[in-house]
């Protein structure tokens, strides 16, 4: 039963400490989705890849996030430095196609800034 | 403008009784849409999409939607609720501005409460 993991799955930190996310995507999907999900906002879109080439990171603070794929097994969100207001649930989703296809989540990752 | 509007953000509903949802969106495009489930703790699994096809999508455990054009909605239905489907439900719309460019926008989610 192939799925989308994140790590670690909760995370809590110190304001201004650097955090980084994992995310595998499913292997053969092409397309990497980073999300946002808070109670105040709901599900933001971060940034998303398609065959590990970003295409969209306009939803993402460019001055401490940034997102990248070393390669197509492995997505990575970093906060340097993080922010209480940062504390969320992140999660990444896969998928294989273009637009009309459906997105696999991950569980997220659970991330406490204090 | 792309925007999606779910009419309602709590619905209550007793176990046994129909489940109506509703959506309504915009897109200056031909959009595809789509509902996604979420449980507690959980990340988000696909309900059923509509690309363009047939009206009427049916989707799992029993949910369905219909496509409306010229009433530019989505509303997700189910005959009979069961206890099992308390969570949060989102409409998604996803439009292409430019070859080879998506848009995905997330509505702000519609939390189902079931009563026994």
């Known amino acids: 039963d192939a799925r989308v993991t994140q790590t670690p799955r909760h995370k809590v930190t110190e304001m201004g400490q650097e955090v980084t996310m994992r995310c595998q995507p499913i292997l053969g999907h092409n397309t990497v989705f980073w999300y946002r999900q808070t109670m105040m906002q709901g599900l933001e879109l971060l940034a998303y890849?398609?065959?590990?080439?970003?295409?969209?990171d306009s939803g993402m603070p460019k001055d401490r996030f940034s997102a990248e794929m070393p390669d197509a097994t492995l997505a990575t969100l970093k906060i340097q430095p993080s922010e209480p207001r940062d504390s969320a649930v992140y999660f990444c989703?896969?998928?294989?196609?273009?637009?009309?296809?459906?997105?696999?989540f991950g569980p997220g990752t659970r991330l406490t800034v204090t | 403008a792309q925007s999606v509007t779910q009419l309602d953000s709590h619905v209550s509903v007793s176990e046994g009784t129909p489940v109506l949802l509703r959506c309504n969106y915009s897109?200056?495009?031909?959009?595809?849409l789509f509902w996604y489930v979420q449980h507690p703790n959980k990340g988000l699994q696909l309900l059923l999409k509509?690309?363009?096809?047939?009206?009427l999508v049916k989707g799992i455990n029993g949910f369905e939607a219909e496509f409306k054009k010229s009433e530019t909605s989505f509303h997700l239905t189910k005959p009979s609720a069961h206890m099992s489907d308390a969570a949060e439900y989102f409409c998604v719309v996803s439009e292409s501005p430019t070859s080879g460019t998506y848009k995905y926008i997330f509505g702000t989610g519609t939390r189902l409460k079931v009563l026994a």
């Open positions: 989703a896969s998928g294989l196609g273009q637009g009309d296809y459906e997105q696999y």
């Open positions: 509509y690309t363009s096809a047939a009206t």
């Open positions: 890849f398609r065959n590990r080439a970003p295409l969209d």
């Open positions: 897109s200056s495009y031909s959009p595809s």
